[in-house]
């Protein structure tokens, strides 16, 4: 395939289902939705898949893929889990929870998936369209956020295609994602674990089964959304503002009014699942600046500044 092509726009019926099934079981590309954001998904099994997907999204090859299954057999099929993975696992999926867990050396995984790695990243999603599309190809299925490498992810079709659109075979349209953010991302050691990337998944859930994590030392990076700069709206971005400058758009939560908010009643669910909505709409005004209310750190707030820090950087 070249790289430019028609993208289809596929409806999330028996249909659409059927269509995106036979796209990825031939190698081709196709963004699905999730519960968290959209997933541009390949087959990870199949090498010139996974490049598919680094070439769509101009991603950095060192920057691994989460690989996404149907159920914990599945997983325990693909990578080494421990008894803490099982208990994750049962607790948390299907939902937005990633592990990373060892590697087997007989993996059938596709070596660009992990980057190279001796770990991968595993996650059991929860949206009915995506586990039905995965149940119909019977793949594990590599799936960053569904646009450019560094921009803003998409909890829509239409995200999708303001960035992919051309770009890949197809988006099954499954409507707004629940969540709004990405999984969070716990890193299983030896020694203790890890937490990757902040997510709904909070610590507050984490440490009664884990205990404390250990500090993360190593700069090598293990799974998506470790960069310092990421989900950009591509311009400049002043983060805790109460009031707005001539030149920004103004993106608000609680009394802080602006042209879009995050939630006017200060929820951080609703912030959550309007955050790429509100940077999307920041990123096509006409205004050069973006300012972005305070927003409490307090349990998945810790996620979502996590996300505007890397916007902002």
């Known amino acids: 395939m070249s790289d430019k092509r028609a993208t289809e726009r596929l409806e999330p019926d028996a249909a659409g289902i059927a269509r995106a099934s036979a796209l990825l079981d031939a190698g081709g590309l196709v963004a699905l939705p999730t519960e968290t954001v959209y997933g541009l998904a390949a087959r990870a099994d199949r090498a010139e898949a996974v490049a598919a997907v680094y ?7 060192f920057n ?39 590697l087997p050396p007989d993996s059938s995984i596709s070596p660009a998936v992990t980057a190279g790695l001796p770990t991968i990243a595993l996650r059991c999603p929860a949206h009915p369209v995506m586990r039905a599309v995965m149940a119909a190809t019977g793949l594990p ?29 197809a988006v099954l349209d499954g409507g707004p994602c629940a969540g709004g953010i990405e999984s969070t991302i716990v890193a299983l050691r030896d020694t203790g674990w890890q937490l990757l990337r902040q997510g709904a998944v909070t610590l507050a859930n984490l440490e009664p089964l884990l205990g404390a994590p250990i500090m993360v030392t190593s700069a090598r990076i293990e799974a998506p959304g470790q960069l310092a700069q990421h989900y950009s709206p591509g311009k400049p971005v002043r983060l805790d503002a109460r009031c707005v400058e001539i030149d920004e758009f103004l993106i608000g939560f609680g009394a802080v009014a602006g042209d879009c908010t995050l939630s006017a009643g200060g929820d951080l669910a609703e912030a959550a699942a309007r955050l790429y909505a509100c940077l999307h709409l920041a990123a096509a005004s006409d205004r050069p600046r973006v300012a972005i209310a305070p927003v409490p750190q307090d349990g998945i707030g810790a996620a979502i500044n996590d996300r505007l820090r890397r916007a902002a950087t």
Do not use: Y
Not at 73 to 99: H, I, K, M, N, Q
Not at 147 to 168: E, Q
């Open 55 to 61: 070439r769509a999204k101009g991603r950095p090859d």
């Open 64 to 102: 691994p893929l989460i690989v996404h299954v149907a159920n914990l057999a599945v997983a325990e099929s693909l990578a080494v889990l421990d008894d803490r993975a099982g208990l994750l696992a049962e607790r948390f999926w299907p939902g937005p929870l990633t592990l990373v867990v060892p």
């Open 141 to 169: 299925l590599a799936a960053p956020s569904a646009n450019l490498s560094g921009a803003v992810s998409p909890t829509t079709a239409a995200h999708v295609l303001a960035t992919l659109d051309g770009r890949i075979d």
